[in-house]
């Protein structure tokens, strides 16, 4: 459980802007040379910024859609967010099954963004 958890805070750090950086832009724009220089001070363009829209909080209840299920069956599985899968396309999420155990990777998950912490955590 901490690598996915050291991994998605090494991704949160490279996508947020940093003061420190030229035009308050994110390590992974300074690293990709996105910034240019325009009338003696660095700017990033508008068509470089990348959409962040997709991050989520990492800990949180997600419910993945359940592949194979029978008529009556549940239609999704509660489960913990985990990150990110670096092996996989765009857009999918990688969740541990919390009655299982197991993990699970998914495009089709719902975020329950409200509750981060366990319940054993929340004293």
């Not at 990150?83 to 996989?88: A, K, L, N, Q």
């Amino acid at each position: 459980m901490w690598y996915p958890a050291f991994s998605h805070a090494a991704q949160t750090y490279n996508v947020t802007p940093h003061s420190a950086n030229p035009a308050y832009a994110s390590p992974r724009n300074v690293w990709h040379h996105r910034l240019t220089e325009i009338d003696g001070q660095m700017a990033l363009h508008d068509d470089d910024k990348i959409d962040e829209s997709f991050r989520r909080c990492f800990g949180c209840d997600a419910y993945v859609r359940v592949e194979n299920r029978t008529m009556f069956g549940k239609r999704s599985a509660k489960c913990i967010f985990l990150g990110y899968p670096p092996d996989h396309a765009d857009g999918t999420y990688e969740c541990v099954n919390v009655e299982t155990g197991r993990s699970c990777v998914s495009r089709d998950v719902i975020f329950d963004e409200r509750r981060v912490l366990p319940d054993s955590c929340a004293e």
